[in-house]
Each structure stands twice: as C-alpha cells, then as structure tokens.
T-cell receptor, first 114, second 114 residues
Framework: AQKVTQAQTEISVVEKEDVTLDCVYE???????LFWYKQPPSGELVFLIR??????QNEISGRYSWNFQKSTSSFNFTITASQVVDSAVYFC???????????FGKGNQVVVIP | DTAVSQTPKYLVTQMGNDKSIKCEQNLGHDTMYWYKQDSKKFLKIMFSYNNKELIINETVPNRFSPKSPDKAHLNLHINSLELGDSAVYFCASSQTRDINYEQYFGPGTRLTVT
C-alpha cells in the first residue's frame, strides 16, 4: 500500500527565515508521481509541483525549491525567505500506476510570524 | 473564470436530511473526483469518474451517491445525513485518468450536520 508521512505537524518561523517540510513516502511501484499542494486559511487546495519517479532533478521556482531523493524515498519542500502569505497547510501526495488514488500526507501547518 | 467550482460553499443541515453538492469544471478535463477532508485536515478520496464512468469507489457508506451527467459535472448526493458526515468536501478534476496529470481542486464545500 502507498503511504505518505509528513512527520512535522506545525512549524512556526519568523518572517524571512527558511522553512523545510519533510515528506517520506512508501510505495512498491516503480512508476509514481509526487505532488505538493498548499491550503491557505481560505481553504482552497492549490497545486504547487509534480515530480515523477524517474525525474530526480531538483528544482527552484522563485522562493520554492524541492529536493527529491529516491534513495531515501523523500520529497522535501523548502520555502526560502518566508512571508506571512506562506502561512498555510502544505500537503505532500503520491499516486502510482494501477491505483489512480492520490494519497495525501497529514499536512504541515506552517505559521509565519511577522 | 473559475476552473473547478462547487455549490454551495457552506451547507448547514440537520441529521436525517438529504442534501446535494454540485461540482462543475470548465477545464475540458475528462476525470473528476470527490475528496473528504475531516476535522484534522486529513484528505481522502471518495469517488472518481472518467468520462461519466465510475472508476474509483472507496469504502464510503452507500448513503453517498455520486452522479456525473456529463464529463464537466460531478455531483454528490448524501442521504440520511449523520453528524459524522460533517467535513469539507472537495471536488477535483484532471486532464485524464493518467496519473501524470495533476488534479485541480474546487474551493470546497463545508458541510455541517447538526
């Protein structure tokens, strides 16, 4: 069965600090996709990034960066120079062929203190 | 223009009532989903339709019945509402049922059963 673990529940940082969110996943499948979604206080779910299991290239997009390491089954997410608008719950999710079910972690609540 | 829309945004009702939540997407996607987010923010898939065909039906009480009149719409009807049905229900869509496409979520419907 597939499983996504986000161990940190709530993370508080002072504005302009960096914050890294850990995501560890379990799957026996060799072909799968990983996602990060953001849920701000307004409640909607916003897609941030998708990575497939064959693409371990890490990426930076503005203040966001992702570190995918297949060897440790981790897909971590970093916000650089955090801002108050980054306060949200961030979800890591996994889907693999033959299942088609997006399995979410429990989410990381990020609180950015001005 | 809203990509995935849901109505209503808030729904307060009494136990035993029957209610429906509507979802529409204007992205031209052919796969749609219903997710439930509980009070601890845990997200779990309930149903998925591909071109009006039910492809995922998780272990959900049969009081919940999805209906897809066309591939742009997926409605959720709930009979005999119970207190435990209180949650936020999200509709989502993706381009196809292939796992390499991200899912886009609606704004959510907060259902409160009293």
């Amino acid at each position: 069965a597939q499983k996504v673990t986000q161990a940190q529940t709530e993370i508080s940082v002072v504005e302009k600090e960096d914050v890294t969110l850990d995501c560890v996943y379990e799957t026996r499948d060799t072909t799968y996709y990983l996602f990060w979604y953001k849920q701000p206080p307004s409640g909607e779910l916003v897609f941030l990034i998708r990575r497939n299991s064959f693409d371990e290239q890490n990426e930076i997009s503005g203040r966001y960066s992702w570190n995918f390491q297949k060897s440790t089954s981790s897909f971590n997410f970093t916000i650089t120079a955090s801002q108050v608008v980054d306060s949200a719950v961030y979800f890591c999710a996994l889907i693999f062929y033959g299942n088609n079910r997006l399995a979410f972690g429990k989410g990381n609540q990020v609180v950015v203190i001005p | 223009d809203t990509a995935v829309s849901q109505t209503p945004k808030y729904l307060v009702t009494q136990m035993g009532n029957d209610k429906s939540i509507k979802c529409e997407q204007n992205l031209g996607h052919d796969t749609m989903y219903w997710y439930k987010q509980d009070s601890k923010k845990f997200l779990k898939i309930m149903f998925s339709y591909n071109n009006k065909e039910l492809i995922i039906n998780e272990t959900v009480p049969n009081r919940f019945s999805p209906k897809s009149p066309d591939k742009a719409h997926l409605n959720l009807h709930i009979n005999s509402l119970e207190l435990g049905d209180s949650a936020v229900y999200f509709c989502a869509s993706s381009q196809t049922r292939d796992i390499n496409y991200e899912q886009y979520f609606g704004p959510g419907t907060r259902l409160t059963v009293t």
